[in-house]
């Protein structure tokens, strides 16, 4: 039997930041709202979630990156919707916005969640943000809980 490493509870004092994108509103919306009652579900007190909203998904990185150099929180969920139109920009905002959230991550070593949609329809987006497939937001505040207490698990051995 292996030993499993299990997420370590998570301290009420455990502060998220959460960046948003405008762009889209009607669905990034309803990702944050998902995102914050799923994270008041799990003790994390609403004073202790910073929440700042930026004009575009391609703004996201940035602002979550100066966010995590404050030295403040535990995660960050970055939260957009792009949605593919005539053009490719959906192509280069989705290809710049992942793997820049990705290098954020390792370089920063903390959670930064992916919970932008990255959809051929408007259809397939109201599906993602509380319709029929769930809602990307509240994916990403579980995933970032499990992150924190696996990585203080980590911490401790
Ligand atoms: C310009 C643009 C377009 C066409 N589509 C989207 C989208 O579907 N989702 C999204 O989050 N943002 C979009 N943007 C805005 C860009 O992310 C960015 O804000 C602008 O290009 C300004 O840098």
Redesign the pocket.
Known sequence: MPNFLLPAPIPAETRIAIVV????KNI?QKLLDGAVATLAERGIDDANIDVAW???????PLVAMRMIETGSYSAVLCL??????E?T??EH?NRG?SMAMMDIALEFDMPVLFG?LTCNTLEQAIHRAGGNVGNKGVECAEAALQMIGLLATLDAS
């Open positions: 994108a405008e762009w889209n990034t930026v004009p575009g998904s391609w703004e996201i957009g919707a792009v949605i593919r139109g053009t920009h959906d905002i916005v932008v």
